[in-house]
T-cell receptor, first 113, second 109 residues
Framework: DAGVIQSPRHEVTEMGQEVTLRCKPISGHNSLFWYRQTMMRGLELLIYFNNNVPIDDSGMPEDRFSAKMPNASFSTLKIQPSEPRDSAVYFC???????????FGQGTRLTVV | RKEVEQDPGPFNVPEGATVAFNCTYSNSASQSFFWYRQDCRKEPKLLMSVYSSGNEDGRFTAQLNRASQYISLLIRDSKLSDSATYLCVLGTSYGKLTFGQGTILTVHP
């Protein structure tokens, strides 16, 4: 089992640039989560999909953030334009069935300079 | 009030000690409960689920008190390898998982 796969592992970008983070959930899992982790705020849920449909996006900080899940095996989180305060580790996680514990990817460490 | 509250610690204990972490939650609709462990610069990983009757996995014991909206984790005979951040996690019936801020544990020789 390959687990949840995220790419890239590290991203350094300049303020104002577009950033796209990618996630491949575990095959057969129908729930997918995007989390952001910082020292100050801990793990924050940004958005949650079930069967490819966004269920709860109340954690998405602002319009600069968007997430898509075009099919059961792929999701993206896009930040446009990026700002230094977006610097964090972004985790993708998947689970099945609904309400079960989630498995995390290794995360993308984003630095916006 | 935060949905999930944990004492951030840090807890510094000697090897062999028993240590307990507590977590309170505000959403009475929470239906599933977990403890996760996160090592430095790694992803969170499931340590154990928490059941109403309480459950044990080796040196780890988890308890849930729905009436008081309180979860606990007890670690007996601490090992150096137990040093990590322990995260309390709640799940709702529609699948949302909410994490606490985490409690830092350091076990020293």
């Amino acid at each position: 089992d390959a687990g949840v796969i995220q790419s890239p592992r590290h991203e350094v970008t300049e303020m104002g640039q577009e950033v796209t983070l990618r996630c491949k959930p575990i095959s057969g899992h129908n729930s997918l989560f995007w989390y952001r982790q910082t020292m100050m705020r801990g793990l924050e849920l940004l958005i949650y999909f079930n069967n490819n449909v966004p269920i709860d996006d109340s954690g998405m900080p602002e319009d600069r953030f968007s997430a898509k899940m075009p099919n059961a095996s792929f999701s993206t989180l896009k930040i446009q334009p990026s700002e230094p305060r977006d610097s964090a580790v972004y985790f993708c996680a998947s689970s099945n069935p609904q309400g079960a514990s989630a498995f995390f990817g290794q995360g993308t460490r984003l630095t916006v300079v | 009030r935060k949905e999930v509250e944990q004492d951030p610690g840090p807890f510094n204990v000697p090897e062999g000690a028993t240590v307990a972490f507590n977590c309170t939650y505000s959403n009475s609709a929470s239906q599933s409960f977990f403890w996760y462990r996160q090592d430095c610069r790694k992803e969170p990983k499931l340590l154990m689920s928490v059941y109403s009757s309480g459950n044990e996995d080796g040196r780890f014991t988890a308890q849930l008190n729905r009436a008081s909206q309180y979860i606990s984790l007890l670690i007996r005979d601490s090992k150096l390898s137990d040093s990590a951040t322990y995260l309390c996690v709640l799940g709702t019936s529609y699948g949302k998982l909410t994490f606490g801020q985490g409690t830092i544990l350091t076990v020293h020789p």
